[in-house]
């Protein structure tokens, strides 16, 4: 059963638009949620987090949005950039199954277009 | 910077071989993980760890076992390697008590193990 979803698995974006990344959870203990970037053969990069008492974080060009009542959180990339193009994961961590852990959607591959 | 180091970035074993997995952190951190990462399936938990000679198991346990001796060092152990376990495996750390993980984990590079 999947408790963190990336519904799109790739994603194509002109250079200097927007990106704007999906992610849906089910459970509702999840309390801390996290986005990373991953280039091929690296391990992923930390972007930005947002805890759930929180509907918005913002660091530079990446904006993390929460909405708690749809279990649904997204990652915006304005302006965006070719080097942004990378596989990103979203994570929840919270208490699930027993114990605390951090969970990992699927991925989206973005391309950022030149 | 949080540096968290895999030993190797590329091994090959055969089938039935034991292997060990290294990773070392050097931010005194409580908390170590280990996933796999597959195309499709994205990152899995294999196993993970909130305190020296603790260990808890995570969604994939199966075919694996890991050690922590030391705070700063946690290994991953395929006891008799198959190919189904061919993977990229990562290894993570947090700070931060079991109860609130509210500290994103910091990833080494990765260990990409082929078993033929």
């Known amino acids: 059963d999947q408790q963190v979803k990336q519904n799109s698995p790739s994603l194509s974006v002109q250079e200097g638009r927007i990106s704007i990344l999906n992610c849906d959870y089910t459970n509702s203990m999840f309390d801390y949620f996290l986005w990373y970037k991953k280039y091929p053969a690296e391990g992923p990069t930390f972007l930005i987090s947002i805890s759930s008492i929180k509907d918005k974080n913002e660091d530079g060009r990446f904006t993390v949005f929460l909405n708690k009542s749809a279990k649904h959180l997204s990652l915006h990339i304005v302006p965006s950039q070719p080097g942004d193009s990378a596989v990103y994961f979203c994570a929840a961590s919270g208490y699930t199954s027993g114990t605390y852990k951090y969970i990992f959607g699927t991925g989206t591959r973005l391309k950022v277009l030149a | 910077d949080v540096k968290v180091t895999q030993s190797s970035r590329y091994l090959v074993k055969r089938t039935g071989e034991k292997v060990f997995l290294e990773c070392v952190q050097d931010m005194d951190h409580e908390n170590m993980f280990w996933y796999r990462q597959d195309p499709g399936l994205g990152l899995r938990l294999i196993y993970f760890?909130?305190?020296?000679?603790?260990?808890e198991k995570g969604d994939i346990p199966e075919g694996y076992s890991v050690s922590r001796e030391k705070k700063e060092r946690f290994s991953l152990i395929l006891e008799s390697a198959s190919t189904n376990q061919t993977s990229m495996y990562l290894c993570?750390?947090?700070?931060?008590?079991?109860?609130?993980?509210?500290?994103?984990?910091?990833f080494g590079n990765g260990t990409r193990l082929t078993v033929t």
């Open positions: 760890s909130y305190d020296v000679k603790m260990k």
């Open positions: 993570a750390s947090s700070s931060g008590r079991r109860i609130t993980y509210n500290s994103p984990l910091h």
